[in-house]
């Protein structure tokens, strides 16, 4: 129990600087900008409590904000994609549930589970974060392509993580 | 209040959704200024269409009381309207010489009202007592007597036509000079009778029938009309002529009201001479 509490701060800190340390300052074509650092939200246990996937969320989209410089816009963004996640893992639960001491991730759950999982929770947080960074519906169009092109290379990232970090 | 309780505690994940979006938007409102300028703009579009929304929701409960108040002020402009007003200007000249006085003085009037087809035929004017029309004053048309003022109101006066047996104009021929009385039999507005007219004379068809002048309502030789047919009476020695009357009574619309400057003196002097009367 307290190893997967510091485990998960820790990831906490390392996702935060990965992010705004380097793919913040990845800029591909002005569209393409990857955010690496849903993955906590993601690899949370099962068994955490449902305020605490939403605060952690919101305290996660606070920090990358505040590095950022744009406070709230991330905290939405992950707040939401928190609070859908509990939704998500009931929807995607297997017949017999989730195994105790199981995390989700493609080593417990598969590469098809893992990726409908990231793929839809990710395009979730995009969307959500880079319509509250548009504030408008003028562009959709415009805001759509982004979301589409960033959650795709943000669920590379993720996937590949899985394979070089997570692969227990 | 415990079902309350409950129903929080069942949907607490949205309800602690709900707070931290609240708080997230509240920090992305109060720290990005393109979200906060955005939002302010937003916001105050929606507050003012709302505000158009309540105000024309208002007029419309104070439709009434709008619709009153234009129609008193309606009522107010037309009272102000120039064809509201009644003109009181009495076109009257007098020329104060010493030696023509001026007998006559002729007042035009409107024609208000006017029948033709009954059998005591009126008028109304539109002079009264306060532009100086009094009872037994003449009234001419253009083209031959009308009739006699009957009664006046302060701005009105009401005529007794020449079409209404109750009225009988003294009238001459313009040639012999022999004067009877005229009256309409209450049949053809366009005829009436000359009675009176010694049978000794020669009447012929086209002679003028003009006022006589021998009363203090119309002066002399105002033309009336025409003989069309002179009928001898067998057991009287007086004419019974038929007179074609010149006036149109149907088409009028301007007539005439004449005063007579010295009729009070004439009727006091002949007053003196038959004091039976």
Request: glycine share 6%; charged share 15%; hydrophobic share 45%.
């Amino acid at each position: 129990m307290i190893r997967v509490f510091s485990r998960n701060i820790v990831r906490f800190l390392l996702l935060v600087l990965i992010q705004v340390l380097v793919l913040n300052n990845i800029q591909l074509s002005g569209y393409i900008n990857p955010y690496f650092y849903v993955l906590f939200v993601l690899l949370m246990p099962f068994e955490t409590p449902g305020w605490v996937v939403i605060l952690m969320g919101f305290l996660l989209g606070l920090t990358i904000d505040l590095f950022a410089n744009t406070p709230g816009m991330h905290a939405a963004a992950t707040a939401f994609m928190g609070y859908l996640r509990l939704f998500v893992l009931r929807y995607m639960e297997p017949r017999d549930g989730y195994e105790p001491g199981s995390f989700p991730r493609v080593y417990y759950y598969g590469f098809n589970w893992f990726l409908r999982y990231t793929l839809f929770l990710t395009f979730i947080h995009h969307l959500a974060l880079f319509f509250i960074e548009a504030f408008h519906f003028t562009a959709a169009g415009h805001v759509l392509l982004r979301v589409v092109l960033s959650t795709f290379f943000s669920v590379l990232l993720i996937m590949i993580s899985q394979y070089l970090v997570f692969r227990k | 209040m415990n079902n309350l309780i409950r129903f929080i505690v069942r949907n607490h994940h949205f309800f602690i959704f709900l707070i931290i979006e609240f708080i997230a938007f509240s920090l992305l409102i109060q720290y990005n200024q393109y979200h906060r300028s955005t939002f302010l703009n937003k916001s105050g579009t929606a507050l003012s269409a709302v505000h158009s929304f309540t105000n024309d929701l208002e007029d419309f409960f104070y439709l009434r009381d709008a619709n009153q108040e234009l129609a008193r002020q309606n009522a107010h402009i037309l009272n102000t309207l120039k064809k509201s007003y009644k003109s009181n200007k009495v076109s009257y000249k007098e020329i104060y010489d010493s030696v023509y006085f001026q007998k006559w003085h002729y007042m035009v009037a409107r024609v208000l009202n006017n029948s033709v087809n009954k059998q005591n035929n009126f008028l109304t004017i539109d002079k009264g007592r306060r532009h100086g029309v009094g009872e037994s004053m003449g009234v001419v048309g253009p083209n031959g007597v009308v009739g006699v003022v009957r009664h006046t109101s302060k701005n009105y006066a009401t005529v007794i036509s020449l079409l209404n047996p109750n009225f009988s104009l003294s009238a001459r021929l313009s040639n012999t000079k022999y004067f009877g009385s005229l009256q309409w039999d209450g049949a053809d507005p366009q005829v009436c009778w000359l009675d009176d007219i010694p049978n000794h004379i020669t009447v012929n068809v086209g002679d003028k029938v003009e006022t006589s002048g021998y009363s203090a309502i119309f002066p002399a030789s105002i033309p009336v009309g025409e003989v069309i047919e002179a009928q001898k009476d067998k057991n009287s020695n007086f004419y019974h002529i038929k007179v074609e009357l010149f006036i149109e009574m149907q088409s009028l619309t301007h007539v005439y009201v004449i005063k007579n400057k010295l009729r009070e003196e004439i009727e006091e002097l002949e007053k003196k001479t038959q004091p039976n009367d």
